[in-house]
């Protein structure tokens, strides 16, 4: 007879392992950029990197693997009910990693344009002038403002062309929220995925203790093989 539960159990199992690939992935192809050379297409983005805990990334991986590695025979050996329990605090400790990690990225946006300033005020003149020129700006601020002024580039060549475009803060916070949120929500999309695999290993757990104590209660009264 199939084994609804169990099928149910495998199935979120191998949707659970798929995170760890594409947290390894999106941490691997990312990683370089940190360190890259900005142009005027990745300037924000490599700094929004920089600020994001890719590192978290590879670890909670490596966890997911973990997990799984522990959950399969736990799950095909009835009697391993012990790599179950196992597995059901690894699903907790992934849980906590990746939603410590969306909580951090997710406050961090409801500081955007104040983060933001002080990013900008650590860069080089060389990255600023690329990132005026990512967002077609003048400054963080605009041109009227003295921490951080302007830098004079082939965008911003006057105080007068500046005035007129305006600063950075506007596009570069909209830039910034519209990538974090995306990252935060995809944090938080792998937690809802780690519950519900925690769940049903809960069910899975509690199905078998529910069998072996029918199956004693069949050995106490003779009615086992009938």
């Given at each position: 007879?199939?084994?609804?539960?169990?099928?149910?159990?495998?199935?979120?199992?191998?949707?659970?392992?798929?995170?760890?690939?594409?947290?390894?992935?999106?941490?691997?192809?990312?990683?370089?950029?940190?360190?890259?050379?900005?142009?005027?297409?990745?300037?924000?983005?490599?700094?929004?990197?920089?600020?994001?805990?890719?590192?978290?990334?590879?670890?909670?991986?490596?966890?997911?693997?973990l997990t799984f590695l522990v959950s399969i025979p736990g799950a095909i050996f009835a009697k391993k009910r012990i790599l179950l329990r196992i597995?059901?605090?690894?699903?907790?400790?992934?849980?906590?990693?990746?939603?410590?990690?969306?909580?951090?990225?997710?406050?961090?946006?409801l500081q955007t344009r104040s983060n933001l300033s002080v990013m900008w005020a650590m860069q080089t003149p060389t990255e600023q002038s690329l990132?005026?020129?990512?967002?077609?700006?003048?400054?963080?601020?605009?041109?009227?403002?003295?921490?951080?002024?302007?830098?004079?580039?082939?965008?911003?060549?006057?105080?007068?062309?500046?005035?007129?475009?305006?600063?950075?803060?506007?596009?570069?916070?909209?830039?910034?929220?519209?990538?974090?949120?995306?990252?935060?929500?995809?944090?938080?999309?792998?937690?809802?995925?780690?519950?519900?695999?925690?769940?049903?290993?809960?069910?899975?757990?509690?199905?078998?203790?529910?069998?072996?104590?029918?199956?004693?209660?069949?050995?106490?009264?003779?009615?086992?093989?009938?």
């Open positions: 007879m199939t084994n609804k539960i169990l099928l149910t159990f495998l199935a979120f199992d191998m949707l659970f392992l798929l995170t760890g690939p594409l947290l390894l992935a999106v941490s691997a192809v990312f990683q370089p950029s940190m360190s890259g050379m900005s142009s005027t297409v990745s300037a924000a983005t490599r700094l929004l990197l920089q600020n994001t805990p890719l590192t978290v990334g590879f670890f909670n991986a490596g966890l997911i693997f597995s059901s605090w690894l699903l907790i400790a992934c849980a906590l990693v990746s939603l410590a990690a969306g909580l951090d990225i997710w406050y961090s946006t990132l005026q020129q990512q967002f077609q700006c003048c400054g963080y601020l605009g041109a009227n403002s003295t921490s951080p002024a302007f830098q004079m580039d082939t965008m911003c060549t006057s105080a007068a062309v500046a005035t007129q475009l305006g600063g950075c803060v506007g596009p570069f916070a909209s830039f910034a929220n519209s990538f974090l949120d995306i990252v935060f929500t995809s944090m938080f999309g792998i937690v809802a995925l780690d519950g519900i695999m925690f769940l049903c290993t809960l069910v899975v757990l509690k199905d078998r203790v529910q069998k072996e104590r029918y199956r004693l209660i069949d050995d106490k009264s003779g009615l086992r093989g009938i």
